[in-house]
């Protein structure tokens, strides 16, 4: 059993697959579809829980598959009876209670980042920093950052995780991987307030920081 997150509806939620229901409770997928598809819910609640995604079979061919939220999976797994039913069930929603305690913890992590981000941007702007790097200032220190904590840039985290440029990095990483961005940054933060310049900062960071997050 695995609960993981995924995004449905434009939104980060904890989900669980088809495949992987089919596979515990003992069904063939194509039976689990099919009973994702004929469920008398509305089309609110189905684009809200149930997330349209594919897969690679033995065959190598691509074949449907769904992802579904905690209360998709409720619905749909309802009507599955018996005593090793239940059990997987509760099993599933212990993973659930899990899953979304540790992604509560990454939106708090993410609404404190916005407030750094802030801050290091500011300090950059009322510097001479962003004057003499054409307004890049942010997106050169961010990406020495990146390069201290995972030994990547911006770019190469994105081509790593599959992210488009459009797309948020930071809604990819952990919540341990945020808090050292955060760390960070309110570390560059205080130097550039205290007239250190880029070279100065990224020799100092680099030479201190002696924990690399993988990514």
Request: glycine share 10%.
């Given at each position: 059993m695995l609960v993981e997150v995924k995004r449905i509806s434009k939104a980060e939620?904890?989900?669980?697959?088809?495949?992987?229901?089919?596979?515990?409770?003992?069904k063939q997928h194509a039976h689990v579809l099919r009973d994702i598809k004929e469920l008398e819910c509305s089309e609110e609640f189905?684009?809200?829980?149930?997330?349209?995604s594919s897969y690679i079979n033995s065959q190598n061919k691509k074949q449907p598959m769904y992802y579904m939220t905690r209360d998709g999976f409720t619905i749909l797994v309802m009507g599955y009876t018996g005593e090793k039913a239940m059990r997987f069930k509760e099993a599933y929603i212990k993973q659930f209670n899990v899953m979304e305690k540790a992604l509560q913890g990454k939106l708090i992590e993410r609404e404190k980042g916005i407030a750094v981000r802030q801050s290091l941007t500011k300090a950059l702007q009322q510097s001479t920093e962003n004057e003499r790097m054409h307004g890049h200032a942010y997106s050169t220190y961010t990406n020495c950052i990146y390069k201290v904590l995972f030994g990547k840039n911006a770019k190469q985290l994105r081509e790593e995780l599959g992210i488009h440029k459009k797309e948020n990095l930071r809604d990819y990483l952990s919540t341990e991987e945020l808090k050292a961005i955060q760390s960070m940054e309110c570390l560059v933060s205080g130097l550039v307030d205290c007239g250190w310049g880029y070279d100065q900062i990224k020799e100092f960071i680099q030479t201190t920081n002696t924990v690399r997050v993988a990514a």
């Open positions: 939620v904890t989900v669980v697959s088809s495949l992987d229901v089919a596979e515990t409770f003992g189905r684009l809200s829980n149930f997330g349209e």
